[in-house]
């Protein structure tokens, strides 16, 4: 059974810094492309940064050059370190895996306010 785990998530001031981790277990995951993605209050679900197993990165237009995505395939971990943050990053970011389908976690709430 494929479980992503994630943690690192909350409350935060404008202008610092969060880490979150996605833990997976039950996939191969150094054969999984991983991602992040999030919902703020009333939007739908966007993606934020995907990593393949290859390393190649892709991040959303509003995220890039503060947040990066990265993994250890030895500790079958992804991350998503977020800089800089903004009142409106403000959401539930939710792991994402893909490899034959698609598996989510159960999210982590990161606040950004003052």
């Known amino acids: 059974q494929v479980q992503l785990v994630e943690s690192g998530g909350g409350l935060v001031q404008p202008g610092g810094s969060l880490r979150l981790s996605c833990a997976a277990s039950g996939i191969r995951f150094s054969i999984t492309d991983m991602g992040w993605y999030r919902q703020a209050p009333g939007k739908q679900r966007e993606p934020v940064a995907t990593i393949t197993s290859g390393g190649s990165r892709n991040y959303a237009d509003s995220v890039k050059g503060r947040f990066t995505v990265s993994r250890d395939n030895a500790k079958n971990t992804v991350y998503l370190q977020m800089n800089s943050l903004k009142p409106e990053d403000t959401a539930v970011y939710y792991c994402?895996?893909?490899?034959?389908?698609?598996?989510w976690g159960q999210g982590t709430q990161v606040t950004v306010s003052s």
């Open positions: 994402n895996a893909v490899l034959h389908n698609v598996y």
